[in-house]
């Protein structure tokens, strides 16, 4: 196993599945099972997750909401995703527990670094939900900050998309595909892989990042114990 203890960001919009809003119960189990599967092979996770399948505070704004509220709406849908996987994950035989950024017992325990910590070693999957717990600030800033907290070996982030692209394979398909890149030449080509505050947090603390597709049956497996797939960032 290359990595023994990994922070997966998992987008909102990768559990929608093609309904491209709410929880697609196909991709719940899938995801689910993916992450029960890593954790019998002893690595610790901790799983943020995001919550623009239900609500987005930013796109929010332009519906006439207050920016604050709208992201503290966006807080509450990550909790919503965490509760869904949290409850697959344990019917599935393993062992999770939720941290919130906010405190809302009895729904989740207060996140306190050493706790999750503790957690971690005992194989309990941890989903750590609600952001950071402040308003401006992304689920992708989140993940970094609890994977240099929690002294991660890497940030993977699972998406729709199995790496990062030049430009919009979508769009261009003379768009290349990159199997590592440095931080600074994703800076410099501006490739979009997570927000500004976030990358700059990774290289800043030397946290190496997988970009991947979480939608492919046994990825994250194969992530995890160093075989090549998707995009590594790092110095």
Do not use: H, W
């Not at 987008?11 to 119960?25: D, Y």
């Not at 604050?68 to 409850?87: F, H, P, R, Y």
């Not at 750590?128 to 929690?150: H, Y």
Request: net charge neutral; aromatic share 6%; glycine share 12%.
């Amino acid at each position: 196993m290359r990595y023994s203890r990994i922070l997966l960001k998992i987008s909102g919009e990768s559990l929608a599945g093609k309904e491209n809003f709410g929880i697609n119960e196909d991709v719940l189990e899938e995801y689910s099972g993916q992450i029960v599967d890593v954790a019998r092979q002893g690595c610790e996770i901790a799983v943020v997750t995001g919550g623009g399948n239900i609500f987005r505070g930013l796109s929010g704004t332009k519906s006439g909401f207050d920016r604050v509220k709208g992201d503290q709406m966006g807080m509450l849908a990550t909790v919503i995703n965490s509760l869904a996987i949290e409850n697959t994950i344990i019917r599935m035989g393993g062992k999770a527990k939720i941290f919130t950024s906010i405190r809302m017992e009895p729904v989740g325990e207060l996140y306190n670094r050493d706790r999750v910590s503790e957690e971690l070693k005992k194989g309990t999957i941890c989903l750590i939900a609600g952001g950071t717990g402040n308003p401006f600030f992304t689920t992708d800033t989140a993940s970094a900050l609890r994977a240099v907290e929690l002294g991660a070996d890497v940030l993977l982030k699972g998406t729709r998309v199995d790496g990062v692209y030049s430009a919009d394979p979508e769009k261009d398909p003379g768009a290349k595909r990159f199997e590592t890149i440095s931080f600074d030449e994703v800076i410099n080509q501006r490739l979009k892989v997570m927000d500004s505050t976030a990358f700059t947090m990774c290289r800043d603390n030397k946290m190496p990042i997988v970009v991947f597709d979480m939608n492919t049956p046994g990825n994250l497996m194969k992530v995890v114990n160093g075989i090549r797939t998707g995009t590594l960032i790092s110095d």
